[in-house]
């Protein structure tokens, strides 16, 4: 006897549904699915400044000092919070809290709001590099915050990724 399998796209590993971002709520998708939202652009580990008054916040050009600045990884995801305690951990319970502070093209946020994810996206392009090509990444262009004077951040503001 044989048996049936369905086979799913060779983009999508079998522990990520079909267009799961589509169709799955952020609290329902697997830790997998939560990951692979990330487009790694590396985006949320700028430093930024809010407004006392406003709640405004401004991004910097100014990378976490644990960033790796080529690739836009995290030098050390597993143990982050631990090397870096302010560095914010998203997750579907405190998206609504702090959501607004990612930046406005960042998947998690996008789907939040309840907005398509962007073509340049790597699970809508099927390739990691159209984020860059997008302009979207930071790598290459941030500066360590070990290099950069906490009282000299202003000095570093860029466009709004926030709004
Ligand atoms: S901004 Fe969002 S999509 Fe970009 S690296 Fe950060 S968590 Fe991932
Ligand atoms: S600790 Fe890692 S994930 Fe957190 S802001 Fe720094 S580089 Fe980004």
Same mark, same amino acid.
């Not at 590993?13 to 997998?32: I, Y």
């Not at 692979?36 to 990378?63: M, N, P, Q, W, Y």
């Not at 930046?103 to 392009?125: F, K, N, Q």
């Not at 090509?133 to 500066?143: D, K």
């Given at each position: 006897m044989s048996r049936k399998r369905k086979r799913l796209p060779k983009s999508e590993p079998a522990s990520l549904r079909p267009k799961f971002w589509e169709r799955v709520p952020l609290d329902q998708m697997t830790e997998a699915e939560w990951e692979a939202l990330c487009d790694g652009c590396g985006r949320c580990c700028l430093l930024k400044l809010e407004d006392a008054e406003t709640e405004e916040i401004a991004f910097t050009r100014v990378s976490c000092r644990l960033l790796d600045t080529e690739t836009c990884r995290c030098g050390n995801?597993?143990?982050?919070?631990? *090397?870096? %305690?302010?560095?914010? /951990? &998203?997750?579907p319970k405190n998206i609504d809290d702090i959501g607004?502070?990612? %930046? $406005?093209?960042?998947?998690?946020? !996008? &789907?939040?709001? =309840?907005? %398509? &994810?962007?073509?340049?996206? %790597? *699970?809508?392009? =099927?390739?990691? +590099?159209? !984020?860059?090509? $997008?302009? !979207?990444?930071?790598? =290459?262009? !941030? /500066?360590? +915050?070990? +290099?950069v004077d906490e009282d000299d951040l202003e000095d570093y503001l860029i466009e709004p990724y926030g709004g």
């Amino acid at each position: 006897m044989s048996r049936k399998r369905k086979r799913l796209p060779k983009s999508e590993p079998a522990s990520l549904r079909p267009k799961f971002w589509e169709r799955v709520p952020l609290d329902q998708m697997t830790e997998a699915e939560w990951e692979a939202l990330c487009d790694g652009c590396g985006r949320c580990c700028l430093l930024k400044l809010e407004d006392a008054e406003t709640e405004e916040i401004a991004f910097t050009r100014v990378s976490c000092r644990l960033l790796d600045t080529e690739t836009c990884r995290c030098g050390n995801y597993a143990i982050r919070k631990q *090397l870096v %305690p302010d560095c914010v /951990v &998203l997750t579907p319970k405190n998206i609504d809290d702090i959501g607004y502070w990612m %930046p $406005a093209t960042c998947a998690y946020r !996008v &789907l939040h709001e =309840g907005r %398509p &994810l962007y073509d340049w996206h %790597p *699970l809508i392009s =099927g390739r990691a +590099e159209s !984020v860059q090509e $997008a302009g !979207v990444s930071v790598a =290459g262009w !941030v /500066v360590p +915050e070990f +290099e950069v004077d906490e009282d000299d951040l202003e000095d570093y503001l860029i466009e709004p990724y926030g709004g």
